[in-house]
């Protein structure tokens, strides 16, 4: 199992980006779709989840700037970020969960910094 976590960049306070979750070796269909980060210095926190019915959920301090979704045809996650904050400057790993067992993805690396 594979989770490849891209989109990643430096973008200026208000700007956007929209991370991918791209899984294989599993059905991501039977899996809940998550998205952590983990500022320097600070522990990983959970970000938004997306169950396999399509129900979300995020942290208060994302809520209304970013959107999570999933393709379960293509194997995807994703995680559309706007209105970027310097606070929301992190490493954003992917995460899928199962009652059978969780898979993590390797981060990719946000900036909000003018």
């Known amino acids: 199992v594979q989770l490849q976590a891209s989109g990643g960049g430096s973008v200026q306070p208000g700007g956007s980006l929209r991370l991918s979750c791209e899984v294989s070796?599993?059905?991501?269909?039977?899996?809940?779709i998550a998205w952590y980060r983990q500022a320097p210095g600070k522990e990983r926190e959970g970000v938004s989840c997306?169950?396999?019915?399509?129900?979300?959920d995020y942290a208060d301090s994302v809520k209304g700037r970013f959107a999570i979704s999933r393709d379960n045809a293509e194997n995807m996650g994703y995680l559309q970020m706007n209105s970027l904050k310097p606070e929301d400057t992190a490493v954003y790993y992917c995460?899928?969960?199962?009652?059978?067992?969780?898979?993590w993805g390797q981060g990719t690396q946000v900036t909000v910094s003018s």
């Open positions: 995460k899928a969960i199962s009652p059978r067992g969780d898979y």
């Open positions: 070796g599993l059905s991501l269909r039977y899996y809940a």
């Open positions: 997306i169950s396999g019915a399509g129900t979300t």
